[in-house]
């Protein structure tokens, strides 16, 4: 059973990238709120006070940087992806080798790429005995591209 993602008011599933970068940024925030009460505190004189609040600073402002980093890797991974649906569906039927120097990679991450595209459903195809992709004529990416 896979895990299911929240969903909007509208009742759509809600992209896991927004999660994470829901979750950074209000991580990010309480970071910065308590850097500058660790100011206010170094600047009224009060050390324990600057000690706790510089601790609660860097508590959330490293793992909000690491989680904003992770989300901005997401938003790469999806436009790859989408790139590699608009290569794959422009072209019809193409080998691996002209997927790979579209996207500046090897020919085996090219296939990766393109098994991740499919099985994540932005495109659909099959390859031929030729060792091409084929494309389909239907597209089972969703509009709005909001996958878990």
């Not at 759509?12 to 829901?22: A, P, S």
């Not at 499919?118 to 060792?131: A, I, K, N, T, Y």
Request: with cysteine.
């Amino acid at each position: 059973m896979g895990r299911s993602w929240p969903t909007d008011w509208a009742g759509k599933r809600v992209k896991r990238q927004t999660w994470y970068e829901l979750v950074a940024t209000v991580a990010l925030a309480i970071g910065g709120v308590a850097g500058i009460l660790a100011a206010v505190g170094a600047a009224l004189i009060q050390p324990l006070s600057t000690a706790a609040a510089a601790l609660c600073a860097i508590l959330f402002l490293v793992p909000g940087l690491y989680i904003f980093g992770y989300a901005r890797g997401l938003r790469a991974r999806d436009v790859a992806l989408a790139h590699t649906a608009t290569f794959a569906i422009s072209r019809g039927a193409f080998d691996l080798q002209d997927l790979a120097s579209e996207l500046s990679v090897s020919k085996d991450d090219a296939e990766k790429i393109l098994q991740t595209a499919v099985r994540e459903g932005h495109l659909r195809g099959r390859f031929d005995d030729r060792g091409r992709f084929i494309t389909e004529a239907s597209v089972a990416a969703e509009p709005d591209g909001a996958r878990p």
